[in-house]
């Protein structure tokens, strides 16, 4: 079993920026295509970002491209998500989630995500 654990979240004025991490335990992560997902008040949770274990691939939703950021640290077993210009709309619970069956190719559906993580709260405040 893996457990993930983001942190970096909080409140922040639009334009601001944050990073996040997810950070993985009971296994190693480094073979897995990890993503990040965000949930807002009132609708279904979507997706934000993906990599692939070699981080040669990523992936992006066309409302973060240019402004986030996804990466990945195998030795320490660590995801982040750079978010830079903010914006109210990015408001959500942010989900860290690991995919166990691929790692080179990066998927956007959540389906393909066996082990997610409790969330983050992003707030951005305008």
């Known amino acids: 079993q893996v457990q993930l654990v983001e942190s970096g979240g909080g409140l922040v004025q639009a334009g601001g920026s944050l990073r996040l991490s997810c950070t993985a335990s009971g296994r190693s992560i480094s073979t897995y295509v990890m993503g990040w997902f965000r949930q807002a008040p009132g609708k279904e949770r979507e997706f934000v970002a993906a990599?692939?274990?070699?981080?040669?691939?990523?992936s992006y939703d066309d409302s973060v491209k240019g402004r986030f950021t996804i990466s990945r640290d195998n030795a320490e077993n660590t995801v982040y998500l750079q978010m830079n210009s903010l914006k109210s709309e990015d408001t959500a619970v942010y989900y860290c989630?690991?995919?166990?069956?691929?790692?080179?190719?990066?998927?956007?559906?959540?389906?393909?995500?066996?082990?997610w993580g409790r969330g983050t709260q992003v707030t951005v405040s305008s």
């Open positions: 990599i692939n274990w070699s981080s040669s691939r990523t």
């Open positions: 989630a690991a995919d166990p069956n691929h790692t080179m190719v990066v998927l956007t559906t959540s389906l393909y995500y066996d082990y």
